[in-house]
């Protein structure tokens, strides 16, 4: 057993990583204490400004049945067994995301799965959440953490190690720990920002409940996801500025007229359309690429706070609950707080770096790629591959969202050995492509998976 338990550690930020890594750390025999800057979101409305709704897939999943919560967290999900395409036309068609029964993800509230998992960690006797305390800054030298405690209007400072920050995108303890030099960052923002507009339950009747909507027009996108109140939360992506972007729709006429060029059938679902285009914020996405991870054993970054990526593949929070998997595997092998955390990034760094990338490369797929007729046959062909070559070859989004077990890095590797071999077997027509030859391919260029793929 490792000489870890026991031992007092705090986590800075009770989001969704945070709020579950304190559950295993707790399992763990763990003493942690949590310092949020929100108030208890059990007792209070959730903050605006972040993703209403988010997909969970295999990877979240699996950390979360780890952490023993996934009864509780399972009534909050409502599957999502495909990608709906609707075309500027009008015509919808589903585009199944995988093809067995188990092959969808799951919509669920941010807030709900965030108060579920709180509650879940306070359970435990051995993890208390301090909430309204904002972390200001980290000091290695004199091994301090700064807070400042809002309820009282104080600040005060703690002994720092060993902290592991969680406090997301922006994080603090990052800031803080870049201006020391103790780290390099580096920012890579999209010229796409996001809105988040509601459907009501009403008018989101006309809209089939178990699937992610896709409204794609090549250089932007319009999004929407369920809840369980029958209400779907939409999300437009689009350029800040240019011809067609933010910065053209400053005005209600503006913003009709746009919907009514672009997505005529979504104008009669959200009546009060212009009235929440004003009031709801634009968020920026962006990718951070953060090196090294850790201080010493002083300090660890995980989840967004280390490696925040852009939401077009649905894994930043199901990549955060798999670094708390790691970390929590990785415990009972360590008798100290810098080998673990030297361990902790050294193993993750490769995967997180490959889900950057797809994440970036499925902006293009879903605001663009899914209307193209080339796109959509080698998808086909690439689940025909799959039923006929099931330890061999699994489709790029199969491995990310249903293949936990396979890692990111290894799924962006075997992703272009399969595309360039699609690319070959794909003969422009609908044609299914010589048999003999695809099997003498799939064989030649794709090792059977050794993690069980299949
Ligand atoms: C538009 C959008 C859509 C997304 N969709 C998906 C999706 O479909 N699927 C998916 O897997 N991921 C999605 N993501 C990504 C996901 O939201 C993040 O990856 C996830 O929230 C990361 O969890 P985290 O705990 O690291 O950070 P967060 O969830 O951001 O938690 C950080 C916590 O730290 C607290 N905090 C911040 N600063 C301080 C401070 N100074 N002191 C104390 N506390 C602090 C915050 O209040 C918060 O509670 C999406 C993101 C966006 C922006």
């Given at each position: ?199 009501a339950p009403q008018a989101a009747r ?23 109140d029958g209400s ?223």
């Amino acid at each position: 057993m490792s000489s870890l338990r026991g031992q007092p550690v705090s986590v800075v930020g009770a989001g969704l990583a945070g709020a579950l890594l304190a559950l295993l750390l707790a399992r763990r025999g763990l003493k942690v204490t949590v310092f949020e800057r929100r108030a208890d979101p059990r007792q209070s409305e959730p903050e605006r400004g972040r993703s209403i709704n988010l997909a969970l897939a295999a990877r979240g999943m699996r950390a979360l049945e780890r952490a023993g919560v996934m009864d509780e967290v399972r009534p909050l999900l409502i599957p999502m067994r495909g990608r709906l395409v609707h075309e500027r036309s009008g015509r919808a068609a589903l585009q199944p995301y995988g093809q067995r029964e188990h092959e969808v993800i799951w919509s669920v509230g941010r807030a709900a799965l965030n108060r579920v998992l709180i509650e879940a960690a306070t359970r435990q006797g051995q993890v208390s959440v301090r909430f309204r305390q904002t972390c200001l800054a980290v000091d290695c030298a004199s091994n301090t953490l700064r807070l400042r405690d809002q309820a009282q209007r104080r600040d005060q400072a703690l002994a720092l190690a060993p902290c592991i920050a969680t406090d997301g995108a922006g994080s603090a303890v990052r800031v803080s720990l870049a201006a020391q030099g103790r780290l390099q960052v580096r920012e890579e923002w999209l010229d796409h920002d996001y809105k988040e507009l509601s459907i009501a339950p009403q008018a989101a009747r006309a809209l089939e409940p178990q699937a992610l909507h896709i409204w794609p027009r090549g250089g932007f996108m319009l999004i929407a996801l369920p809840n369980t109140d029958g209400s779907f939360t939409a999300t437009l992506f689009l350029s800040r500025h240019g011809a067609q972007s933010f910065a053209t729709l400053g005005s209600a006429a503006s913003v009709t007229a746009f919907f009514a060029a672009e997505f005529p059938d979504v104008l009669p679902l959200i009546p009060d359309l212009t009235a929440q285009f004003a009031a709801h914020p634009q968020g920026q996405l962006g990718t951070v690429h953060t090196h090294p991870w850790q201080v010493g054993g002083q300090v660890l970054l995980l989840g967004d706070a280390a490696h925040a990526i852009v939401p077009f593949h649905g894994q930043g929070m199901n990549a955060a609950f798999e670094d708390c998997t790691l970390l929590d595997t990785l415990i009972p092998e360590h008798d100290d707080w810098a080998t673990l955390f030297a361990r902790f990034a050294s193993a993750r760094r490769p995967d997180t770096e490959a889900i950057a990338q797809m994440a970036l490369e499925n902006y293009h797929e879903m605001r663009d790629a899914v209307l193209d007729a080339g796109f959509v046959r080698r998808k086909t062909l690439a689940m025909a591959l799959e039923r006929r070559f099931p330890e061999r070859f699994i489709p790029r989004y199969s491995m990310v969202m249903f293949h936990p077990e396979i890692p990111y890095a290894e799924a962006l590797r075997r992703g272009a050995l399969q595309a360039g071999l699609l690319e070959e077997l794909d003969a422009g027509t609908d044609a299914a492509p010589d048999a003999a030859r695809a099997e003498r391919l799939v064989h030649e260029r794709l090792p059977p998976l050794t993690s069980g793929g299949a």
